[in-house]
């Protein structure tokens, strides 16, 4: 292939990528919200890991939300303008080993006896997909800006529906849509924020945001998201470059907290509406950490088979039962929790400091150096 060729082609390749973030910056109302009117305050109640909490929403010219309205952005592209998967195929790893080097990052679903892997490289372009796993809907979504990716179980009003991209942000966090109500739900949050269904929480499904190479050595027999998405995608160049490794948001967020810097990966839960962030590095080092938040013993444990964290709730008989964080970055986490604690280093509930210029690999495209580590609360 002659240079010039070669030098159009990669043009247009870098062409097609910065409008595809630059179209990110465009406001759209394609949900018409309203933009004036009276808005009155509603009490409702809701569950969470801890049991039922009241929630306060608003309602603006009868329609519900429970942020403000003027919070929610237009993210360039309009509703669908990111194409869901909605019909998902998958391949054998020694198919997919063809596409993905060890080092890829994605995220690693289990449900009963099917095990999938959903590379990041295919859900950058895409952000959600729609799955069904032993006749089951089952929600993965991922959110670029903040390195989210959390699996969700798809029930609204007592059934299993497909969810699309809104072509909206709240916090620079995915605004997704039901395609059964038309609300709109928050990622980070699991919750809707706008619509029939506001205040209603999605139920969290356990994954693992880990590497291609660790996935498929424990399960040889998996099966990996197929680049054939119906869609045509530069699979395997990702429209955000350096973003994941450099200061700064795409967009603003309402709150910032120097606890940490604001692109760690932290692992995040709400316990009786109180909320809770875990520095994997710090795990890491520790190894495991037992820590009691509000009123449940929560033990964080690093896999090291997967290289990541994983969290449990400590029952009273010692048994240990898997809670289902939202994996994000910290700026992420924080926006949409201003109030929540963080643990950044803390051993059988006791302060501990240790110095290390080590370099964690969690996540693979976000490397976190651990430092000087503190107790924060």
Known sequence: MHSKTIA????????????????????????NFPRAGDTQKETMTIQDNGGAVEKEIMVTNGVKHSVPLDSILGGGPPKDGIPSIDRPKFI????????????EPGLALEIGDVNRF???????????????????????????????????????????????????????NLVLYDRKTDSLWSQILGEAIVGEMTGTRLKVLASDQIRFGEWKRLHPNGEVLSRDTGATRF????????????????????????????????????????????????????????????????VAQYEKDIDAVRLFEKKKDGERVRINPFGSFWFSWVAAHPDTELLKSLINSKVWIQKTTKQFAWPAVARAKCTKSTIIR
Not at 12 to 28: C, H, K, Y
């Open 8 to 31: 159009i082609i990669v043009t247009g390749v870098v062409v097609i990528m910065a409008a595809f973030v630059l179209s990110r910056t465009v406001f759209r109302n394609d949900f």
């Open 118 to 172: 959903y590379p990041f490289q295919i859900l950058v372009w895409h952000e959600i997909v729609n799955d069904t796993i032993n006749g089951q809907r089952v929600l993965v979504t991922y959110c670029p800006l903040c390195l989210s990716g959390i699996v969700f179980d798809p029930a609204v009003a007592g059934e299993r529906v497909e969810f699309g991209t809104s072509g909206k942000l709240w916090n620079s």
């Open 92 to 103: 054998s790893i020694s198919e997919a080993s063809k596409q993905l080097s060890d080092t």
């Open 235 to 298: 699979y395997g160049q990702d429209p955000y470059g350096n973003y994941y490794t450099t200061p700064g948001t795409f967009f603003p967020v309402d709150k910032k907290d120097s606890r940490l810097n604001e692109k760690e990966f932290v692992l995040g839960l709400v316990v009786n509406g109180k909320a809770k962030a875990y520095w994997p590095p710090a795990v890491k080092k520790a190894g495991k950490v037992e820590d009691m938040f509000q009123g449940k013993t929560i």
